[in-house]
């Protein structure tokens, strides 16, 4: 890995003990859906753009549907996680499914959580930000929305690893805070939703009390939503500043080069005159 320009590298914000990115990896899917939402908006959260609450809401979506299909909230067999791939528009053949879920079981568990699916589901929005930051074309086609596209594991958690440059502190924080608020939310909804199923006034009262929770959330997801614009603005007048920069720069030195030139030939001519005078 040689020098980022647009990302770097980085052990997280929320510390892990490995080092190697395997490792690391590992101790990402042992996370919550939440903790591994909150690090893949982190990473993504530019390159995603108005859509990261897509994002969000697909870890809803993801435990519930874990949870009703399965023995837990926390992962999908590859069986769930095709038929979860599959209802999100990734339309694939049967076979195109099993090899790209089976693709992203990175420890081969027969396992998918969270992470995992995001990288199987982002995955040409991943590579074309590994490429873009590498400054290479793509050797794989990623037109198609990538389908049937495997074998390109190294490349999506090389880039899930890197954040992106423009990360603010306070964006990373507004993320943190929103994943903790999400985090104390989810057992409140679970015994409301207990109780709202029950019916009567309690249940109304329980209904009540989830619609304040969801106003809640959006809440905070504006405010992600502003946080996220601030930095957007930062980093791209940032941008213009190293452009102009980048600018001065190269006329600079186009016209020492310039000068440079001007005095050798004139070094050149004068070295000729004094040997016509000897």
Request: proline share 2%; hydrophobic share 35%.
């Amino acid at each position: 890995m040689g020098e980022e320009d647009e990302k770097t590298v980085t052990d997280s914000p929320r510390i892990f003990r490995s080092t190697s990115t395997v490792d690391r990896f590992a101790e990402l899917c042992a996370r919550d859906v939440e903790e591994q939402c909150e690090f893949f908006l982190k990473s993504f959260i530019f390159a995603l753009g108005d859509t990261w609450k897509d994002v969000v809401e697909m870890s809803k979506e993801f435990s519930n549907h874990a949870k009703s299909t399965g023995p837990s909230n926390r992962y999908m067999n590859h069986i769930q996680a095709a038929d979860f791939l599959q209802k999100h528009a990734k339309t694939r053949t049967g076979l195109q499914r099993k090899k790209e879920v089976e693709d992203v079981d990175y420890n081969h568990d027969g396992k998918i959580v969270f992470i995992e699916y995001l990288l199987m589901h982002y995955k040409v929005m991943i590579l074309k930000e590994y490429y873009q930051r590498h400054e290479m074309t793509p050797v794989e086609d990623l037109s198609g929305d990538g389908v049937g596209l495997v074998g390109c594991g190294d490349k999506l958690l090389e880039e899930l690893f890197t954040m992106p440059e423009g990360l603010s502190p306070e964006l990373e924080r507004a993320l943190e805070e929103f994943t903790n608020e999400k985090k104390q939310n989810e057992a409140k909804v679970a015994k409301l939703q207990e109780k709202a199923a029950k019916g009567g006034v309690l249940g109304m009262a329980a209904k009540n009390e989830l619609i304040i929770l969801e106003q809640a959330d959006q809440t905070e997801m504006n405010r992600i939503e502003i946080t996220l614009q601030a930095a957007k603005r930062k980093a791209s007048k940032m941008s213009a500043t190293q452009a102009l920069n980048d600018a001065k720069e190269k006329h600079e030195k186009a016209a020492k080069d310039e000068h440079a030139r001007r005095r050798a030939t004139m070094k050149q001519r004068a070295s000729m005159f004094e040997k016509k005078a000897d």
